[in-house]
């Protein structure tokens, strides 16, 4: 019996089978007193299996997106942002675009959820099997700096076309010199008709000229042909915490 053992775990070892490895012993036990079939019992411990790999796989793939908050549609209050048509939200969330190839554009001003909802968005693509990597957009461009410096630019280009999904969040925070904004389209061109782009700026598209000067016609020329533009208009949600925060106050006082 230790040998039938001893070589079980082995072979789970080697072929990586963890979940299986660590809770198979007391499920032995288990189908034993219980006269579970071998049926059940193998079914049940490949279903264990799957599950945890399912799960570490989903993990690992959120770590590497490199989100700056974890937050989901289902975090998010729909009645508070009445501006944003839910049924816009659901079609995306069908991943349609993503087969489409096609970008999502969150517009509006500081605190009414663009990165929250571009967040969300990353991680249902994930759930579904697509893989999804987030930069600020002052951090992307920077990084393209580098790489232009070291002779590397294309290596990198190529890296950031290897997700499915690229979120490029805060545009328009920070200005953008005539260099990094040539960089910023060609990473677009790279991507377009071939690989989506979720954004999100607080400057609306008439204002993109005072982020990217000359370039901002050709961006959004590319950017725009196929894409979903979801306009929040409203009061920020940090701001809605504040006033319940000071009405408590008050209300202490
Ligand atoms: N409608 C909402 N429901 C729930 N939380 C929200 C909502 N809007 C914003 N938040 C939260 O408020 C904070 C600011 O939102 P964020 O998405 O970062 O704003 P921004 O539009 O500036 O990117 C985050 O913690 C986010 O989760
Ligand atoms: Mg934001």
């Known amino acids: ?13 080697t072929l990586r089978l963890n979940r299986m490895r660590v809770i198979f ?13 071998f049926l059940e019992g193998l079914d049940y411990l490949i279903e264990e299996e799957k599950n945890y790999k399912k799960e570490t796989s989903l993990g690992m793939r959120t770590k590497i997106a490199g989100f700056p908050y974890i937050k ?10 009445v501006s944003i ?5 659901n079609d995306l969330r069908t991943m349609r675009f993503v087969e489409a190839k096609e970008n999502v554009i969150f517009l509006g001003p500081p605190g009414v959820g663009k990165t929250h909802l571009a967040i969300s968005l990353g991680l249902d693509a994930i759930r579904n099997n697509y893989s999804c990597y987030y930069m600020n957009c002052h951090d992307l461009i920077t990084s393209l700096n580098h790489a ?22 805060e545009i328009g925070y920070l200005p953008i010199d005539e260099q990094g904004a040539n960089l910023f389209f060609q990473l677009i061109s790279k991507r377009y008709e071939k690989l989506s782009i979720i954004l999100t700026s607080n400057k609306s598209y008439g204002q993109w000229n005072d982020i990217f000067g000359n370039t901002a016609a050709a961006i959004l020329d590319r950017l725009l042909h196929h ?12 701001i809605k915490d504040k006033k319940t925060q000071m009405s408590q106050t008050r209300k202490i006082n």
Not at 149 to 162: A, D, I, P, T, V
Not at 227 to 238: A, H, L
């Open 227 to 238: 894409s979903t533009t979801i306009n929040i208009k409203g009061e920020s949600y940090r």
């Open 148 to 169: 232009q410096h070291e002779n590397r630019l294309n290596q990198r280009l190529k890296q950031l076309c290897r997700h499915k999904v690229l979120i490029i969040d």
């Open 25 to 37: 012993e007391n499920y032995v036990a288990k189908i034993e007193k219980e006269k579970i079939s």
């Open 85 to 89: 048509d839910v049924q816009s939200i």
């Open 1 to 13: 019996m230790n040998i039938l053992i001893n070589r079980l775990n082995e072979n789970m070892e």
């Open 72 to 81: 989901n549609f289902e975090q998010f209050d729909f009645n508070f942002q």
